[in-house]
């Protein structure tokens, strides 16, 4: 592309030229990169001409100060093939996305800092924005249209109406992107209804709507807003996306998602929310909160135009015909092989228990009472709390004093309790007297993903913050084991193993053809797979979903490691690898 000049008046330009923007979500942190091309090219084939995607700020800065934009995180490369592809970009950079993501993408580390507060004018957390603005935009910037770059629109914060109102920190942030070289149109993206509206919109930045129904009356309230410029569906909901424990994989009518769409191309212009979703690999995945604690699932197949994997849905040639009403159809040439193969059963090879390699996993801490991982330096995965609490007893009044979000209470290493969300709060009497011994305690906290949406952002702290309370007081003494899960390859499987308790298992699967698989968890409890030491993500058998998408790039041709790990005792001697997906 020509060095060109992208603007909203009455409608959007490109080049002086009227143009409208038919887009799509795809984000590349949710694929893995050798597939960028495939999904793009079917994006370009489906009749879209831009792609849009969110920047993930807590996978590019993982910790505070060390940047990464290589491998499944070249931001770079994954632009300039849209851009090779005749694509344009619309980037959503902003610190905060959502997006299901593991705390609306926000760095673990920012809850380190004394005084923060998060989203609004606070002088430590817009320190970090702009420490990591400072980075992402040596990246950003040359790739603007203006230099001869794909990316057309970018965004200053997202759904901040449905947040704040601190037009402040609005302006700062905007303030902060133009420092660092933004030159084009700036945009926010909010509901178009009640004050959201009116909360995250500042002057001289572009209002557009997010919403997945009803698009006259919702494009007549925005109108409002935007005066005489062009009508902007930011996110066009086609699908939704599922949490743990709900009854089945959430879908949405063809029929009429394409009605709204089709009043949208008449109207303005859009960008489907998601074009295709992917995968929440590693513990990536974001949580919910309204009547209580709702973690997402490790597929966000979001009901897209592209299945999770990939494939052209029926909704896709839906779309498909109706965009050909509004310009040429390009005809495009897939060049990305790509197949799916069932291997069929492996037998697991080794077993070791989990309270057996506690020591050679993790860097043990001993505190007089519980931190929570964020003060141990920790993001993601589970951490263990170690006491002793003397002879078995009944203990009255037993809870967990500021605790998230799901928790395994062990007296020596057997399961007595299994408490989630409010039930780590609630007073509970733990009947131990049946117990032999001097106890020792032990209590195996998850975190299951930090809420990415609505007022409980800021109470994201994971473990135990507070204390272990029981008969009237708090209980001191603790061995913390954090467990990132991040160095696997230091276990040793000649340690022991008992059935029925926390464990590590381990298959090999060998293969000639790496193909795209799906790996069948029927019979086991709850957990993660890592395969070749690339984390696919978590399994829980309340589903919906029963299957972990493994794409071919992740797997070699010859031997190939899977690892289990599994955390309610409940397991099998098999897993399975299958062709077609389970998501309920």
Known sequence: MKKGVFEIKDQFYLNGEPFQIISGSIHYFRVVPE?????????????????????????????????????????????????????????????????????????????????????VYNQPYLDAVSAYYRTLFEILTPLQINYGGPIILMQVENEYGSYGSDKQYLNDLKAMMKENGVVVPLVTSDGPWGDLMKNGTIDDVFPTGNFGSKTIEQFEMLKHYIKDGPLMCMEFWIGWFDHWGCEKHNTTQIESCVADFEDMLRLGNVNIYMFHGGTNFGFMNGANYYDKLTPDVTSYDYDALLTEDGQMTPKYRAFQQVIAKYREIPKVDFTTQIQRRAYGTVAVRDKVGLFEVLDEISQMTESAYPMSMERLGQNYGYILYRTQIGKGRMLERFKLVKANDRAIVYANQNAVATLM??????????????????????????????????????????????????????QNGFKIYPLAMDNLDKLDFSKGYQQGKPAFYRFFLTI?????????????????????????????????QKRLYIPAPLLKSGENTILVFETEGKSVDTIALEETPHLG
């Open 512 to 544: 000639d053809t790496p193909a795209d698989t799906f790996l069948d968890m029927t019979g086991w409890g709850k957990g993660i797979v890592l395969i070749n030491g690339f984390h696919l993500g978590r399994y829980w058998e309340k589903g919906p």
């Open 35 to 119: 597939y960028w091309r495939d999904r793009l090219e079917k994006l370009k084939a489906m009749g879209c001409n831009t792609v849009e995607t969110y920047v993930a700020w807590n996978l590019h800065e993982a910790k505070e100060g060390q940047f990464d934009f290589s491998g499944r995180l070249d931001l770079k490369r994954f632009l300039q093939l849209a851009q090779q592809l005749g694509l344009y970009v619309i980037v959503r950079p902003s610190p905060y996305i959502c997006a299901e993501w593991e705390w609306g993408g926000l760095p673990a580390w920012l809850m380190e800092k004394d005084g923060i507060r998060l989203r």
């Open 421 to 474: 969300d409010r039930e780590l709060l609630e007073e509970m009497n733990l009947d131990l007297s049946a117990q032999a011994g001097e106890i020792t305690m032990d209590i195996l906290v998850e975190n299951l993903g930090r809420v990415n949406y609505g007022q409980l952002l800021e109470y994201q702290r994971k473990g135990i913050d507070g204390g272990v309370f029981f008969n009237g007081h708090y």
